[in-house]
């Protein structure tokens, strides 16, 4: 009887003969079409971009064999890409080996069966004859068990034998599926990028000694996470673009969607026409004549909180650098107006441009910075990318990162590394934000932690004069308890009015004043206060009392009025006024608003449990039992009772709020230094 060539061994080793050796071939043969039926379609989806590919075609072309080195979890995408060349690949003597065997026969692939677990002998006198005819032999230095991505010594010892070199191949995928093997098998989704990175030979000498082994073993290994690294950079790179691509296409096809929705907003809701020919690039009179030579440093910052983070920044960096030229600008008309009010050393306000590139293109050839600061979460693709390719300095000030959701973020993870990749420093306000842009694929060389520079404003709890002064104004009295809730959303003013009520059973004469996060929702808020049998006015519709002493305003509003901010800006003052506050956004999972604006003004603060945006300072506040957590809205209603009866623990958060406060300040000049750098490293700076 004719002995197989190569034996068949059932899924626990244990070698087959016969027809169940037979029946076990049957099984892997169809096994392996059904993975190819399944695979073949997803890999011809994928976009891939090959780097130094020529080092491989030359030695096929020229017959010289040598040792192609790919990681065991990243094999698939390779030996796709090589499809139909009839070159050789290492593969064990298992079940599992032998479907790869007849999977790789699909695919145009020889097999050289054995490993150093099976049948090692052999397969190295089979994969010495292949090398020396000339061939190509695929290999997976780590398999075939592992540990992953460690280079086992019989990839070494083959090159030795043959004298072929090995060269090192990394692949890296933009979205993929990561299995629960030993080698963190990854399969690609369809349509993702690919990059492939071919990199330089490895030669080993012929008869080396055990302890060259080790040493060309640990060179290996080093090269092989070097190449992935490139092919992961070369994937990111592709991806990029394509999504750049299909992020401008899609910019122009709801072009005429957008033009619909600024047309509404100038004729409805009063936006200035001057904002918009500035947001679609119109920015002839901010262009510097030719005979100024300064610095000029681009500050963006989108709306109000923004702009009051920046205006700290702004002062700092005239003061660490006199004879800048500095251009603040901001994307919506509150911020716009605010930005005017605070940000007293800017040389020009201008509103940013619509990420279109024309538009992006106008206002940087305008305005021709040589540093673009963008505060907290701008990241605009166009923008960036613009900007990067003129060679100006990118900076993300007072950075945030939200939390992001684990699945998008693996999935699009080489995305942001590229776009993380346009910022020349990522300034981040806390621990937590650095390390979630640091998930996100941003260079750990570039981020630094430098604070929130919002606590650096010139501002300072109100005096009791200020405070007395403030409610007379709001027809409010020193007798009677105020609660302030601020950046409300849709759906916690509901919960706000109904923890009130029942605040008001056993303090009747306490306030509430609302300010939503967004003041064109004022009519839906005031229908809502009405249906529960409340009163309402708002702010603007409030005027100074006749200054009495004592803020004893004759006119003060009855304590079932609730107050709706309607102004813009003045809610950190508003603050002030308050006993205890509220800030919004974190009962329902928004991730929250800045609750230290209330703390400056030495004020206990509550928030629900969606504060994952600011997970430093609502540490802060806890740590320093100035905040409080509340879950629903009966602990909202105890929580407020708790500290509307005990006001002697009101005046000691407004002590050591104070304190806290001071020790954290200092981000603005740490910005500013951070953009003095970036000054000098371009030339800009002195000139």
């Known amino acids: 009887m004719k002995k197989d060539r190569h034996p068949v061994y059932d899924g626990l080793g244990n070698r087959l003969h016969g027809w169940r050796a037979t029946w076990e071939r049957v099984k892997c043969s169809v096994a392996a079409f059904l ?31 040598a040792i192609l080195a790919v990681w065991h979890g990243t094999a698939l995408i390779p030996i796709y890409c090589m499809r139909w060349k009839w070159q050789y690949s290492m593969v064990s003597l298992s079940r599992d080996g032998e479907i790869i065997s007849r999977l790789l026969w699909l695919l145009g692939w020889r097999s050289v069966r054995g490993s150093s677990h099976r049948g090692g002998a052999r397969a190295l006198r089979e994969a010495a004859r292949v090398l020396k005819d000339g061939n190509l032999l695929g290999v997976t230095p780590d398999g075939p068990r592992g540990p992953a991505r460690k280079v086992q010594r019989g990839t070494i010892h083959l090159a030795s034998v043959t004298g072929c070199p090995i060269i090192p191949i990394g692949t890296g995928i933009t979205s993929y599926v990561q299995m629960k093997s030993w080698d963190q098998a ?21 008869h080396a000694s055990d302890e060259v082994i080790r040493q060309k073993a640990e060179e290996l290994e080093r090269a092989m996470n070097q190449v992935e690294q490139e092919a992961e950079a070369i994937a990111g790179a592709a991806q990029a673009l394509r999504l750049h691509l299909l992020y401008n296409a899609l910019l122009i096809v709801t072009m005429p969607i957008a033009a619909t929705y600024y047309l509404w907003k100038a004729l409805i809701q009063g936006k200035t026409r001057y904002g918009f020919r500035q947001q679609i ?13 300064r610095p000029r440093v681009w500050v963006h910052a989108v709306s109000v909180g923004e702009a009051m983070a920046a205006n700290p920044i702004v002062k700092e960096i005239r003061r660490q650098m006199p004879s800048a030229w500095i251009v603040v600008s901001t994307t919506t008309d509150t911020g716009q107006q605010t930005a005017r009010k605070l940000i007293k050393e800017a040389d020009e306000f201008i509103y940013f441009p619509l990420d279109y590139l024309w538009a992006v293109r106008r206002a940087l050839s305008a305005v021709q910075p040589d540093i673009f600061l963008t505060v907290e979460t701008e990241l605009w693709p166009n923008m960036l990318h613009c900007a990067k390719q003129r060679g100006i300095k990118i900076m993300l000030a007072n950075g945030r990162v939200s939390v992001p959701r684990p699945r998008f973020s693996a999935q699009f ?14 300034a981040m306000r806390s621990p937590i934000d650095a390390q979630r842009a640091l998930r996100l694929g941003a260079d750990p060389q570039k981020v630094q932690v430098i604070g929130d520079s919002k606590l650096d404003q010139p501002l300072r709890a109100l005096s009791e004069e200020e405070r007395c002064d403030l409610r007379r ?77 004592a803020c004893q305003n004759p006119k003060t509003l009855p304590p079932d009025t609730v107050i709706i901010v309607d102004t813009v800006g003045e809610l950190l003052k508003l603050y002030g006024v308050a006993d205890v506050a509220f800030v919004g956004g974190s009962l329902i999972p928004r991730g929250g608003h800045n609750v230290l604006e209330p703390a400056i003004q030495g004020k206990p603060v509550l928030f629900g449990p969606y504060t994952g945006n600011f997970l430093n300072s609502v540490t802060l506040l806890l740590d320093n039992g100035i905040g409080e957590r509340v879950h629903s809205v009966e602990e909202l209603k105890e929580s407020l009772l708790r500290w509307l009866t005990h006001p002697d623990q009101l005046h000691a958060v407004r ?33």
Not at 43 to 50: C, D, G, Q, V
Not at 414 to 425: I, K, Q, V
Not at 656 to 676: C, H
């Open 186 to 206: 990854r399969l690609p989704y369809p349509f993702s990028t690919v990059g492939i990175c071919v990199g330089e030979p490895i030669e080993v000498p012929p």
């Open 281 to 293: 690039g119109s920015y002839r009179h901010v262009k510097p004549g030719p005979e100024d030579r």
């Open 473 to 549: 104004a709001l027809h409010l009295s020193t007798q009677d308890h105020v609660v302030i809730a601020g950046s409300t959303h849709p759906g916690e003013e509901e919960m706000l009015l109904e923890a009130w009520q029942g605040v008001r059973q056993r303090q009747p004469q306490t306030h509430l004043i609302l300010a939503p996060r967004h003041i064109e929702r004022v009519p839906d808020i005031e229908r809502l206060i009405r249906e529960r049998g409340f009163k309402c006015v708002r702010r603007t519709q409030l005027h100074a009392g006749d200054g009495s002493e």
């Open 655 to 687: 002590e050591r709020a104070q304190q806290i406060m001071e020790n954290s300040r200092g981000a603005a000049a740490r910005a500013a230094s951070l953009i003095v750098a970036l000054s000098r490293q371009n030339g800009s700076i002195g000139r």
């Open 35 to 65: 993975a190819w039926l399944m695979l073949f379609p997803l890999l011809s989806t994928l976009f891939i971009r090959i780097r130094g590919a020529g080092k491989v075609w030359s030695r096929l072309r020229e017959r010289r064999g």
């Open 413 to 426: 993870r080489l995305f942001w590394h590229w776009l993380f990749g346009r910022f020349d420093t990522l």
